[in-house]
């Protein structure tokens, strides 16, 4: 039986994880980096994909389960376990939320052939008539870049045109969607809670379908709901057909991104027709037209070079 | 097909409880995974739709068969997706969506996509984590740090009517 405490404090360690990061590269750099921190070489490839697939499980709730020792187990404890077994069992748990004090555990089988890992998942619960899904994972493909984005190493010219955070929640969505959201519903059912079809229980591909209906100030704002719409709200796709539609499509290449783009962009057009009006007059009234903040990046936007009093324009008052 | 012979051909769908309908080919085709099997000559008995539970299929046939009846009329089609979702709440919408998705009927996700991405409208942040049953997962200081960034979307944002 497992003691109310531990998954308190199991849960919290993996909220931490978890909470700090909100990009998909970035949780996986610190999974990654607390588990193969000092291990060699060679024995790093193969835990990468497996160590890729367990932080997904993490990410959506599951915490890893010792069936000997009946316990949740605190990180994965890569250096005690050596070379990667040709078969593989992870057994894990969901994070109890509310009444989900049911003892449910499902298994994570590993099985590499080749160059391609297929990964089975199901409720471990021994009997026959259980649902099992499984994804298949080309590790020739997937290595490098779940390399890059550990170690910020350079990646292989062939892969240069790609972008690696692309690839990793590609994989990310793949292994949740076929994997490890099934597995999460067929835990709720087991545990007789009754997983109601929410916003959060949709694949992710159809997510961002409704997403994209969104205007870019509501897709903006969807980002403070919860980290996980954060990191589907920031797909730089969607802040790219944002941006499109709201200012045309503009060649906008000093911004890292789409989103940053269209932040900037709208605050420079909500405030061009004061700009077109004050140029040739020095802006007495430029404290109401600001909210009381500097011109966004105006000069950067366009090349130009402005007038001195506009370049100090700070010097101006009334600023309140 | 049943507009060329001039005698409507029927098809049986059966949903994952099952539950059986009978519905026109014309109309059944607007899924396009309906309408391969029909075209690969699969559809004679009856077509089992495992993913989709009857209380849903039973709405995405009235919108096959709503839709189909209007002639070619972009503007008369839109107006009819609009009243046909304007009383389902979001559970329902949920369910279509999946069931758009697994049919493959674009133009019946979209709408539904759109929909639901309406009622997220000029939502608060507090608003759609209620409806949509949505867990806040940030830790107090996160949460402030991430709205804090997104002040400038706060503008004219509804207040809670039902808190």
Not at chain 1, 50 to 59: E, G, N, R, T
Not at chain 1, 110 to 122: E, N, R
Not at chain 1, 206 to 235: F, M, P, Q, W
Not at chain 2, 108 to 119: C, T, Y
């Amino acid at each position: 039986k497992i003691r109310d405490g531990d998954y308190a404090a199991e849960s919290s360690a993996a909220k931490k994880v978890v909470g700090n990061s909100f990009s998909v590269p970035k949780f996986l750099r610190e999974v990654f980096t607390e588990e193969l921190g000092q291990a060699s070489g060679g024995r790093r490839r193969h835990w990468l994909l497996v160590l890729a697939v367990h932080a997904v499980m993490l990410d959506s709730g599951f915490l890893e389960f010792d069936k000997k020792s009946k316990k949740v187990v605190r990180g994965f404890g890569f250096h005690s376990r050596g070379d990667l077994p040709s078969d593989l069992s992870l057994f894990y748990t969901p994070v109890p939320r509310g009444a989900f004090a049911e003892n449910v555990i499902v298994v994570l089988k590993f099985q590499p052939l080749g160059k391609f890992m297929t990964v089975y998942g199901a409720l471990d619960n021994g009997s026959s008539k259980r649902s099992t899904y499984s994804v298949q994972l080309n590790e020739d493909r997937l290595v490098p870049f779940l390399k890059f984005v550990w170690a910020d190493c350079e990646l292989d010219g062939g892969l240069s045109n790609t972008s690696p955070e692309k690839e990793v929640s590609k994989f990310w969505i793949d292994v949740k969607d076929k994997l490890v959201s099934p597995l999460l519903i067929d835990s709720y059912k087991k545990s007789g809670l009754e997983y109601l079809p929410c916003f959060t229980s949709l694949p992710a591909d159809l997510k961002l379908n409704i997403l994209e209906c969104l205007s870019g100030v509501d897709l903006a704002r969807v980002s403070c709901v919860s980290s996980e719409l954060r990191s589907l709200a920031s797909t730089d796709e969607l802040w790219k057909s944002k941006y499109v539609e709201a200012f045309g499509d503009l060649d906008v290449l000093m911004f890292e991104n789409w989103k940053s783009a269209f932040v900037h962009m709208r605050d420079f057009v909500s405030f061009k027709p004061i700009t077109q009006s004050c140029l040739l007059q020095p802006p007495f009234e430029w404290g109401y037209c600001y909210n009381h903040q500097p011109p966004p990046l105006m000069p950067q936007l366009f090349n130009v070079q402005l007038p001195l009093w506009m370049q100090n324009f700070h010097n101006y008052g009334p600023w309140i | 097909m049943a507009a060329e012979t001039g005698t409507p051909t029927t098809l049986t769908l059966k949903s994952n409880d099952d539950e059986l309908f009978s519905v026109a080919e014309s109309a059944a085709i607007l899924s396009v995974t309906i309408r391969n099997m029909v075209e690969d000559g699969c559809a004679g008995g009856v077509i089992p739709l495992d993913n989709v539970d009857g209380k849903t299929l039973a709405s995405v046939i009235t919108y096959m068969n709503g839709i189909s009846a209007i002639p070619a009329d972009e503007e008369k089609k839109k107006s009819y997706r609009d009243k046909f979702l304007s009383d389902k709440d979001f559970e329902t919408l949920a369910d279509m969506v999946l069931a758009a998705n697994y049919l493959n009927m674009s133009c019946l996700m979209d709408a539904v996509s759109a929909k639901i991405a309406q009622v997220m409208e000029k939502k608060s942040v507090g608003w759609v984590r209620r409806k949509f049953g949505i867990e806040n997962d940030y830790t107090p200081e996160e949460e402030a740090a991430v709205k804090e960034e997104h002040k400038w979307t706060f503008e004219g944002v509804e207040t809670d009517d039902d808190n």
